[in-house]
């Protein structure tokens, strides 16, 4: 990867250290051509609601795993919908699906482990978008996982899917926002939200592998739940949390 591109990343990155999501955004919609929002159909909402405000057009894209909860697909349709943009959707390789149910069933998480699931039905999917793209936009924030997501960076060299010909650029535009502030921000603007959150669900992702939480119960424990704290990320975001600082 060339040293240029390494450097205007970590410029970009100590200059947008502590901007706002929406200037992060504007910027990065600015500095590449091939760039999406990735959108999972939960609370990161905000970054599109953010992005249409910015009155430009913007591309944002869903991966949809074959196991979303119902209303998390009709919530994907109410976006689209409300903001008028064509929500891109990647799906996962039937025949590696396939495969795989074949040999283990639906539910092999339970007894595996969630990571050969989501391998085949987010990660590899995930890459087959990001191939086409310089650069994409998560909704990851540092309080969701002291653990995993604790030093995510607001902007960084993306080093789970670069590659030596292709840099891959990610920006996290609401890394340093509290899920407090992320829930202002959707009731002061009307944003439309997925109605699971009104059923005690925080993290969003795949039915089988979600629940509601408890009152102050951390929104991590509503994924996964019979896999350890460390375990909890699916390969998205796994080997990405490495601050770019040269
Ligand atoms: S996960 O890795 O544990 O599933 P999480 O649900 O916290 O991730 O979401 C963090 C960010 O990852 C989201 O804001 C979004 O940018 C991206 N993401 C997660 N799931 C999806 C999805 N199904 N489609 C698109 N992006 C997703
Ligand atoms: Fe499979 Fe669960 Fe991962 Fe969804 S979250 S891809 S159902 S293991």
């Known amino acids: 990867?060339?040293?240029?591109?390494?450097?205007?990343?970590?410029?970009?990155?100590?200059?947008?250290?502590?901007?706002?999501?929406?200037?992060?955004?504007?910027?990065?919609?600015?500095?590449?051509?091939?760039?999406a929002i990735s959108f999972s159909g939960a609370e990161d909402v905000v970054l599109v609601d953010m992005a249409a405000q910015l009155g430009i057009p913007f591309r944002a894209f869903s991966l949809d795993t074959g196991r979303l909860h119902p209303e998390t697909y009709r919530y994907l349709d109410t976006v689209r919908e409300h903001y008028g943009f064509d929500l891109e959707f990647a799906f996962p390789d039937a025949a590696e699906v396939e495969s795989l149910v074949n040999a283990k069933g639906l539910s092999s998480f339970l007894a595996d482990g969630h990571k050969e699931c989501c391998q085949a039905r987010k990660v590899a999917p995930l890459k087959r978008k990001l191939a086409g793209l310089d650069a994409w936009i998560t909704g990851q924030r540092r309080d969701q996982s002291v653990g995993t997501r604790g030093e995510v960076a607001v902007v960084e060299l993306d080093a789970a899917f670069?590659?030596?010909?292709?840099?891959?650029?990610?920006?996290?535009?609401?890394?340093?926002w509290s899920?407090?502030?992320?829930?202002?921000?959707?009731?002061?603007?009307?944003?439309?939200?997925?109605?699971?959150?009104?059923?005690?669900?925080?993290?969003?992702?795949?039915?089988?592998?979600?629940?509601?939480?408890?009152?102050?119960?951390?929104?991590?424990?509503?994924?996964?739940?019979?896999?350890?704290?460390?375990?909890?990320?699916?390969?998205?975001?796994?080997?990405?949390?490495?601050?770019?600082?040269?």
């Not at 959150?197 to 039915?207: M, V």
């Not at 909890?232 to 990405?240: M, S, W």
């Open 1 to 35: 990867m060339s040293s240029s591109r390494r450097t205007e990343v970590a410029q970009l990155a100590r200059r947008l250290a502590d901007a706002h999501p929406q200037q992060v955004l504007e910027e990065a919609f600015q500095h590449f051509e091939q760039v």
């Open 179 to 246: 899920s407090a502030a992320v829930w202002d921000y959707i009731r002061a603007n009307d944003v439309p939200y997925n109605p699971l959150h009104a059923r005690g669900f925080i993290s969003i992702g795949c039915e089988p592998c979600t629940r509601a939480v408890l009152p102050n119960q951390h929104e991590r424990e509503g994924r996964w739940w019979w896999e350890t704290a460390a375990d909890k990320e699916c390969g998205l975001h796994a080997a990405n949390l490495r601050v770019v600082n040269d």
């Open 162 to 176: 670069s590659t030596e010909t292709r840099p891959l650029v990610k920006f996290n535009p609401l890394a340093a």
